[in-house]
């Protein structure tokens, strides 16, 4: 039995003179391992209780010392750690200049739209919103599409299932553009006209105002994405209504909005074109500003490049959402908001807008 101690005290002994940690927890589990009620020093005192008197008197001494020994080298190592840690903190320099904290920054798409929407808001638009979800009457129907008309295809609409897994026919789809807004907005404004009490102008008539809205928002096509062309994007369009709005409005409104956007020297071309909710029907462009109109490659040497499609509503939609079109006209405008950020910034590709690449976005204003 004496022999069994002695070896351990020993073996001890030599493990007491080589305790070494790096960190706190490291010191405390030395002591764990050594001094708590199941350590192996504590142990030993199980062992040294087993003995005869006679021998207790003989190793009593020697246990005693041993514990000491562990104790008073756990303490010192404890002691130099904590003055390790005082002298790393004082090492800090309390004075030098913070690490600058990364500003996130806006997104082209959201600057573009709101420069759209500051520059329409001074000539007395606000901002309407609506569903991404639609129906075909809101996005097509009451827009003077006709039932055959090629947007409704398949090609172009993503048609939404109302049970999960059975195509039946629906007319539930994702608007493929924000003239849904309008739709909703016109029908509001027609049951506000009933149930006005003045018979003046709506723009001087106290109750009532004329129908000047910009429908910003996403809008979906079933279209391969390429550097050219989305899935979805955005839009900013515009509508308004009153008594005697005529295309010269119209034309002054959005040659305003291209000098604001694009500079004072900009030059405006509507060209005659096709839209079903619109008669007659324009497309617009502005005079290239890269090459300030005498052409180059960006406009393909023409001078002017695209940037929206606009015309007076259709008497047909206003009809169909209430507005007598004998009384009422207006017109509307319709441009793509990556279009216009594209212009702005030339992003020669498209997908750049959805990608979320830190390196593209921090290119852009912070506010
Ligand atoms: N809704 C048309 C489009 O998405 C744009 C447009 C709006 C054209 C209003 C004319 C008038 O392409």
Avoid at 169 to 175: E, F, G, N
Avoid at 280 to 295: Q, R, W, Y
Wanted: charged share 25%; net charge negative.
């Amino acid at each position: 039995m004496s022999e069994l101690l002695k070896d351990k005290i020993e073996r001890l002994r030599a493990e007491a003179q080589n305790l070494h940690a790096n960190t706190a927890e490291e010191v405390e589990a030395l002591r764990q391992k050594y001094l708590s009620k199941k350590g192996d020093v504590s142990l030993l005192f199980e062992d040294f209780k087993a003995l005869a008197k006679e021998q207790k008197a003989q190793w009593g001494a020697s246990v005693n010392q041993l514990k000491q020994q562990f104790e008073s080298q756990i303490k010192q190592m404890r002691e130099d750690m904590e003055a390790k840690v005082q002298t790393i903190a004082y090492k800090e320099d309390l004075t030098r200049t913070p690490d600058s904290i990364g500003l996130g920054a806006r997104h082209p798409l959201s600057l573009v739209r709101e420069q759209i929407i500051n520059i329409f808001s001074r000539i007395g638009f606000t901002v309407a919103d609506g569903p991404e979800v639609e129906d075909d009457k809101h996005v097509f129907g009451m827009l003077n599409f006709a039932p055959e008309h090629p947007a409704r295809d398949m090609q172009d609409t993503f048609f939404v299932e109302k049970e999960e897994g059975v195509q039946k026919p629906t007319d539930i789809l994702l608007r493929t553009h924000t003239s849904s807004v309008q739709t909703h907005a016109m029908i509001q404004w027609a049951k506000q006209l009933q149930s006005a009490t003045c018979n003046l102008q709506p723009a001087t008539c106290e109750t009532f105002q004329p129908l000047r809205i910009l429908c910003p928002g996403r809008v979906f096509r079933n279209e391969a994405i390429s550097a050219r062309a989305h899935c979805f994007f955005h839009q900013v369009e515009g509508l308004y209504v009153d008594k005697n709005v005529s295309f010269a409005d119209l034309r002054q409104a959005l040659l305003y909005f291209a000098k604001e956007m694009f500079g004072p020297d900009t030059q405006i071309r509507l060209r005659p074109s096709y839209f079903p909710f619109t008669e007659p029907s324009a497309e617009m462009d502005i005079s290239c500003d890269l090459c300030g109109g005498k052409g180059c490659a960006f406009c393909k040497g023409t001078g002017w490049v695209e940037i929206l499609g606009c015309g007076m509503v259709d008497p047909n939609v206003l009809e169909s959402c209430g507005i007598d079109s004998k009384v009422y006209s207006g017109y509307a405008f319709g441009m793509g908001v990556e279009r216009i950020a594209n212009l702005k910034y030339r992003v020669k590709d498209l997908r750049l807008f959805s990608e979320n690449d830190v390196r593209f976005l921090e290119q852009f204003e912070s506010c």
